[in-house]
């Protein structure tokens, strides 16, 4: 093994309650950082593949949900995961540690993404004045933290147009889940359940919110910012759910385009209540 190709222990069981994982990951990425971030929680654990230039890929274990995969859509779950659960960061330095392998865990041999080649073609690329690498791109917008929304006073936001417009965007993500077969009106039942403690309309039998064929009912005047965090976060669990394994790209993609539809047709409203910074976390992936 070449001197260049040895890893290095950069950082070691940082807490995540008092370490910004997303910051990290973007600092890293400022500095076109060759390496591995490892996440490691109770029954969870994730390794981030930095290569300098291209999109992170993410190796997933969910024990407690008995999953494992390796995709880019994961980091936007790592990140919310790491905001909400305890857990330690380590970050190791080298090309070596850039090699993305699937299966490490459940030992099914998958082939590893080598991208340590890439990595050191990337740097000799900009040492010769090559273009610049696309890490810091990537973490200034495809992982951008959930935004904060603004509670406009509704003298400019029309209640009812945000609470119309909401049910179009739950039948987006019904039409997308239930073509991939799944039973949506139980996952987006659970999902309220998990947030009715903070988001107390969410909570089924409290007949807050309630919701049928694309056409959402609130049974009173809620603060749009808290209205639009709380159900843009139950449906994005939602998604996540179904999104998994090798389909999950399919799920996330067929989610953006159902909630592209909506996008253009409802562009003004959903800009103004704050649902339109949602959508791609609602996917988990880009909403054209």
Known sequence: MSSESKSRVLYENLDTSFVNLWALLRHLSQRAFVGRVHVEMDDYSADVFLTGSNTPLVHEVDRAAGTEVLEEAAMHRLVLRARETPGTISVFEGAD????????????????????????????????????????????TALAEPPVVDDTPMDEIEWSAVVKVSGELIGGVERALNGANSDFTSLFRAARLELADDYTFLDPTSGGLEYSNSVATAREELPVGAYVAGLSEALRRVVDKIATGDRARRVRERVALDLSLVARKRREVLKRSGFQAQLDRIAGTKVL
């Open 97 to 140: 540690e850039a090699v993305a392998v699937q299966g490490t865990a459940s030992g099914t041999g998958v082939p590893p993404v080598n991208h340590a080649q890439d990595a050191r073609a990337t740097t000799e690329t900009e040492a010769a004045g090559g273009s610049e690498s696309e890490g810091p791109a990537f973490f200034s």
